[in-house]
């Protein structure tokens, strides 16, 4: 027979070892940052976008970077997708646009989470992807850090095959010491339409991807434009043939559209000539943004390219004059003729002065499509024969793309994918509407921080680059966008068309931006691949302070600071420039001591490092500053 103190004793330890249980339990959940049984942790309000906001469409306490962030769903408008079933969701469109959460009172040195499911009904069929990104804020209500996580995928539902599930994007964070509210963003990296649904916050969460700060400062200062530049401009041009664009006009974008095509391709080839001139008299190198027929000497056999598209967008209802191109194949107007005889449908005659004055050829698609309307396989076939004619003139495959019509909006992650795949580093004239704008204006027009920037969720390997277009009527505030973007350490693109180069007032116009630009004399000009690469190398140096001190007998047994820094890019960087901090008495680089002359007047120390290169740096400070 059982004693009643054994059986005592077996009742205490089964509770214990169930109340382990439970505990490890509700820790796992809560580590999974989900809800325990019986109790809902979530610290959200308005989690579940019930509460109807000041701004229609948007739930109360949320907030957006533009429009396109609003309720959907069948409770709502009958469309769209909700998981819960209570028939809402929240949309998401734009890759310049965020959805944000309703501020949160957090304690200091607490580790949160947030999680939320996500779903895609691409129209281009494109599965994406999204982030979060903590903001943390002190008792002044101002930001004090953003930590972001990494980038993670949506569920793609198509009529065909839906996804069983909705993705979580999740990610936790430990809120800093004077942190007293929290919001969480969640940004997409393309122009697909998601639904969110289900947000949560709570503590715990450390199974869930960290968050970290997105781009920590390095250990030592570099300046941000080659040689002591305090900024950079790449002046380009969109170049289109007849064939190439023209004939194409998408009447809510271009002015002269109602033009004879012929007359303007006549033109463009006249704004070569004119931007030669005025470019060799301040030996400037320009990029030439091309399409693919400005490669052709002539058409005579009749070649196909592209497969002979014929592209349904391409329609009055999207901005078109009419609906001819929407059953008419693309190319079909080509009169398969030569230079000589239709020069205003092929400039490959132009080609060759141009690459002999130094400037530069890069994309702006071969078939001057529409780059969000096009699916990911037109993309890949576009640059594929852009890259095969341009070859054809001994010109390398495109490293740089400005978008026709600065038309980026809509632009699906796939279509991203095979752009960076197809080796395309930098873009330009991307679109200026709000939930896809990545360079906001201010009230004069001016691009309010021209700088390049990462393409979202191409964070060292596209960089996005902002463009002013200039007009006659606009010389003026090109001047104060330049003067914006050298307090800035920035750089702009300034641009147009080639046959907007052909009037006194255009070529006025440019004469005076341009010799304003070389006068100054602390602004680097160069082609805009160029200004790219060199900046997505300068963006992704590595700069690594070494742990084991360097100490010399000879110079008083100090000890010196040492650095390792490397180029992993494939660009080289000539003319980088690191700050000396004051106090120091002697440099070297790879152990050879660097003549004082060379730094100690400007404070700054010159390094050329080429692609893959690594050089180790070692500052010696005075005896005073060693103590």
């Given amino acids: 027979m059982v004693s009643r103190q054994f059986a005592l004793g077996a009742v205490i330890i089964s509770f214990i070892i169930g109340a382990i249980g439970v505990f490890l339990f509700i820790s796992q959940r809560l580590d999974r940052c989900t809800a325990p049984p019986f109790v809902d942790p979530n610290l959200l309000p308005n989690a579940n976008f019930a509460i109807a906001g000041d701004i229609l469409g948007l739930p109360a306490g949320w907030g957006r970077g533009a429009g396109g962030v609003e309720l959907r769903g069948p409770s709502v408008d009958g469309q769209g997708f909700d998981l819960d079933g209570d028939g809402r969701s929240l949309q998401l ?13 957090v304690q200091p040195g607490v580790v949160y989470c947030f999680t939320v499911a996500t779903l895609t009904d691409s129209l281009l069929r494109s599965p994406t992807r999204a982030r979060l990104v903590f903001e943390w804020y002190d008792e002044q209500g101002t930001i004090i850090e953003r930590v972001v996580t990494p980038w993670q995928p ?18 936790y964070a430990r809120a800093p010491q004077t942190a007293r509210a929290l919001r969480v963003r969640i940004e997409p990296t393309s122009d697909d339409r998601i ?4 947000p949560r916050l709570q503590r715990g969460g450390q199974t869930l991807p960290q968050a970290h700060v997105p781009d920590p400062p390095p250990p030592l200062t570099i300046a941000p434009w080659p040689a002591g530049y305090r900024a950079a401009i790449a002046f380009t041009f969109d170049w289109e043939t007849a064939m190439g664009g023209l004939i194409h006009s ?25 931007s030669i001139t005025i470019f060799a008299r301040y030996n400037v190198r320009a990029t030439y943004y091309a399409t693919g027929y400005n490669f052709l000497m002539g058409n005579r056999e009749q070649r196909r390219f592209m497969n002979d598209p014929v592209f349904s967008w391409a329609s009055a209802a999207n901005g078109w004059r009419s609906d001819r191109w929407t059953t008419r194949p693309w190319f079909s107007d080509d009169p398969y003729g030569t230079v000589a005889t239709d020069p205003a449908w092929y400039f490959g005659d132009q080609i060759e002065p141009l690459l002999a004055a130094g400037h530069e050829i890069q994309s702006h698609t071969f078939s001057h499509l529409y780059g969000g309307y096009a699916d990911a396989a037109t993309w890949r076939a ?3 024969a852009w890259n095969t004619v341009a070859a054809e003139r001994g010109v390398r495959p495109a490293q740089s793309l400005a ?7 809509g632009m699906s992650d796939a279509n991203w994918d095979v752009i960076e795949r197809a080796g395309i580093r930098s873009v330009t004239r991307l679109s200026d509407y709000g939930p896809y704008n990545l360079f906001p204006t201010d009230q004069q027009g001016l691009i309010r921080d021209p700088r390049c920037r990462w393409l979202p969720g191409r964070e060292g390997r596209i960089i996005a680059c902002p463009d002013f277009y200039l007009t006659p009527a606009r010389a003026e505030l090109a001047i104060a966008q330049i003067e914006r973007t050298v307090t800035a350490g920035g750089m702009i693109d300034i641009w147009a068309h080639t046959e907007e180069v052909t009037s006194a007032a255009q070529q006025a116009a440019w004469e ?3 010799s304003y630009v070389i006068g100054r004399g602390d602004i680097w000009v160069a082609p805009l691949s160029e200004i790219a ?3 997505i190398a300068r963006m992704t140096l590595d700069i690594t302070t070494l742990s084991e001190p360097t100490t010399s007998l000879e110079r008083g047994e100090r000890v010196a600071q040492r650095y390792r820094i490397q180029n992993p890019s494939p660009y080289p960087l000539i003319g980088l420039m690191i700050d000396v901090p004051s106090g120091m008495a002697d440099v070297a680089m790879n152990h050879e001591i660097v003549p004082r002359e060379q730094w100690q007047g400007s404070g700054w120390l010159r390094i050329d490092l080429a692609a893959g290169q690594s050089i180790e740096v070692t500052l010696w400070p005075t005896r005073s500053s060693s103590r």
């Avoid at 469109?93 to 009172?105: F, H």
């Avoid at 639904?195 to 289900?198: V, W």
């Avoid at 002015?255 to 004119?274: C, H």
């Avoid at 978008?403 to 909006?409: C, E, Q, V």
């Fill in 154 to 171: 949506v569920a793609l539902w198509t009529p065909e095959r839906p996804p069983s599930a909705w993705t979580t994007v999740g990610g």
């Fill in 403 to 409: 978008f026709p019509w600065s038309s980026s909006a």
């Fill in 382 to 384: 576009d640059i594929e």
């Fill in 250 to 274: 998408r009447s809510v974008d271009d002015p002269l559209a109602d033009e004879d095509p012929i007359k303007r391709g006549m033109r463009m080839r006249t704004g070569v000539e004119t």
């Fill in 93 to 105: 469109i734009g890759i310049a646009n965020y959805a944000l959460t309703p501020p949160i009172g």
């Fill in 195 to 198: 639904y969110l649904d289900m």
């Fill in 512 to 514: 005076n931006v341009v």
């Fill in 533 to 535: 690469n060199w900046q």
